[in-house]
């Protein structure tokens, strides 16, 4: 596996090694600030950085904590690349029935940098921190082409919010995906996959599947022919590495090369989720 790190006026952030771009390209990220004060994106593809996950922890530990300075840099930062990545999603519904190379590329370099910028080290040890309720942003996880076309999701059936419940009491989370179909006056669903997990490392989980639930029966009808492709595309069973976490954003990576980039919900309601 490839490292990755991201620098901010010279100081090393962690993030977890993973093969960055598509074309085996290696990217330094960093924020510079422009003559007008305003914060700008840049990257540099031209650098190749291979420090061990540690090492760049540790590094980032000592930039961050060493003054108040780098840290309120950092947070400022965290902040601008969040407000970046809900600007870079909205209008694709979440990124699930694919999108352009260049915008796909563009969401992977704000994620990589947030990684970089991750407040909460060894995320397992603080699981407290995850639990609650989670609304999807965006995901590598694509519905294209025959699948699209299998699953009745060209024409008339529409998927709505992608909800996450982490119970951390019980260790089980329980993935929603809400449906609605029009040509059955408007019927509403959902797929509700449970699963459980286990702490395996510092930053990751491993997960296996429980049980499934489609309802209500008009919409396990539609549904039947094809069930099994459904549960494919939203089994979490595997491994899922939590590579950033704050108060409000949630980044995992799973083993099949999946990224999850969620919001925390709130009680009154949320318009996170960005639609087509």
């Not at 309120?72 to 999603?89: D, H, P, T």
């Amino acid at each position: 596996m490839q490292s990755r790190t991201c620098v901010s006026n010279g100081a090393q952030c962690s993030t977890s090694g993973r093969q960055l771009t598509s074309k085996g390209a290696h990217m330094r990220a960093r924020f510079l600030q422009n003559s007008s004060g305003s914060n700008s994106w840049q990257c540099n593809r031209s650098a190749t950085w291979k420090p061990s996950r540690r090492q760049v922890a540790a590094a980032a530990a000592g930039a961050t904590s060493s003054s108040t300075v780098p840290y309120a840099e950092a947070a400022r930062q965290r902040l601008a690349l969040k407000q970046q990545l809900r600007e870079a999603v909205q209008g694709i519904d979440r990124g699930i029935f694919g999108v352009q190379s260049a915008k796909r590329t563009e969401v992977g370099e704000i994620v990589e940098a947030l990684e970089g910028l991750n407040p909460l080290q060894q995320p397992t040890q603080h699981l407290d921190q995850l639990a609650g309720k989670w609304l999807l942003l965006y995901t590598t996880i694509t519905i294209t082409g025959i699948k699209k076309t299998k699953l009745g999701l060209r024409e008339f059936i529409r998927l709505g919010e992608f909800v996450q419940q982490i119970d951390t009491d019980n260790k089980l989370a329980l993935n929603v995906v809400q449906f609605s179909v029009a040509g059955l006056g408007m019927l509403s669903g959902s797929l509700t996959v449970k699963a459980s997990y286990e702490v395996a490392s510092d930053d990751r989980v491993s997960i296996k599947f429980i049980e499934s639930t489609l309802v209500p029966e008009k919409l396990q009808s539609l549904f039947q022919a094809n069930y099994d492709l459904l549960l494919s595309i939203f089994n979490p069973e595997g491994w899922l590495d939590i590579t950033y976490v704050d108060q409000d954003t949630r980044i995992g990576r799973d083993d099949k090369g999946n990224v999850f980039v969620l919001a925390r919900a709130h009680d009154h309601g949320s318009s996170d989720s960005s639609s087509s």
